[in-house]
């Protein structure tokens, strides 16, 4: 009888204990990123309440940034923007269908935010060099010394001068035109009104308007997105790739834990420590199968990210359904 007692009372507790630890509260929360069928949106993720806001990528082919010292122009790559820089001023007339047949296309630095694809043949040892144009120390102002034929969200060419920046208030003198040299344009992009508020102001060639694309500064952490990368595809050859993957904002810092469960994962284990690279997170939470092409998830892999407040969350990646699907799936948790 006792011994039977002792078995009712050990199954007794087992149960509880089982179900103490089923009922034991998710410290995550499931998040779902829909970047749209066929990945055609931008997600600005806030890590703080969850929110998220999307713009249509292809609403825009260039970004200036905001603050008033800086110069960085970046393309719009991941809708198909690509940038070929063909010399100085005395080029313009000189433009044909036939001037970016050998060259390179120059794409956005994925590392951080201060060096586009219009900034990508700056001088280092220049320090008021930014690639598209030279800083005057008098007026304050960036002034254009290149050319170049930039292909657009919609397909076609245009030869392109990034004429003028307005330090003091942001505004941005640019000219195009088709190769040939018809239908030119020249435009005043007034960026004034968002000094203070957002890193960068987007801008349709296409359309000839500024697009909002990004929130306000303290409204977002994360942007998930597609973007080239140059990989090796052989002996001595580079193909321009474009990934799906997520980037940080200025001034959030990431830290990646590799081989431990996430539930198991502290900040403290990540090798590197943490990073301001924009590209911290990437695209490498995902491979794909060499054979078959099949896309998983990198198992025991989360990433600590710490916002501009110095609020930290740690993040996992659960699903990803593909460019055609466009969704993506986390977990997030606020870190005490």
């Known amino acids: 009888m006792k011994s ?28 779902t990123i829909s970047m749209g069928a066929n990945s055609v949106s931008d997600v600005y ?3 703080a309440d969850g929110s998220s806001s999307s713009v249509n990528r292809s609403d825009w082919d260039i970004a200036f940034s905001v603050p008033t010292q800086s110069a960085t122009v970046l393309i719009n790559e991941g809708a198909g923007v690509e940038l070929y820089c063909v010399g100085d001023t005395n080029y313009w007339e000189s433009v044909d269908e036939n001037t970016i047949e ?4 120059r794409f956005n630095d994925k590392t951080g935010w201060t060096v586009g694809a219009f900034n990508q043949n700056f001088d280092q040892t220049d320090v008021f060099n930014f690639g598209w144009g030279h800083y005057n120390m008098s007026d304050h102002n960036v002034y254009g010394d290149s050319i170049y034929v930039i292909k657009l969200t919609d397909g076609t060419y245009r030869k392109f001068f990034y004429r003028e920046r307005i330090g003091a208030t942001a505004v941005h003198y640019l000219e195009w035109a ?3 040299g018809s239908d030119p344009v020249n435009a005043q992009v007034v960026a004034t009104s968002y000094v203070g508020t957002r890193n ?11 697009v909002e694309a990004e929130p306000l500064n303290d ?13 090796p595809a052989g002996p001595g050859l580079i193909m321009n790739y474009t990934f799906t993957g997520v980037l940080s904002k200025a001034g959030v810092t990431v ?17 590197a420590g943490y990073s ?3 590209d911290a997170i990437g695209y490498d939470w995902k491979v794909s199968d060499p054979g078959t092409h099949e896309i998983s998830l990198v198992d025991s892999v989360s990433y600590f990210v710490k916002s501009v407040d110095g609020t930290k969350h740690q993040l996992y990646f659960t699903g990803y359904g593909g460019n055609t699907a466009g969704t993506i799936d986390l977990k997030v948790k606020t870190v005490e």
């Open 200 to 210: 960068f102001i987007h801008y349709s060639l296409v359309n000839q308007e500024i």
């Open 219 to 231: 409204q977002w952490d994360l942007l998930f997105t597609r973007y080239v990368l140059q990989i």
């Open 45 to 47: 993720y806030n890590l």
């Open 4 to 31: 039977l007692i002792k078995s009712t009372l050990l199954l007794a507790c087992i149960g509880q204990l089982a179900c103490e630890k089923e009922n034991t509260p998710d410290p995550y929360t499931s998040v």
């Open 276 to 278: 301001g690279n924009a």
């Open 178 to 180: 088709n190769l040939d």
């Open 255 to 271: 830290a990646k834990v590799k081989g431990l469960p996430p539930s198991e994962a502290m900040d403290t284990d990540a090798e």
């Open 102 to 105: 050998g060259l390179q296309p």
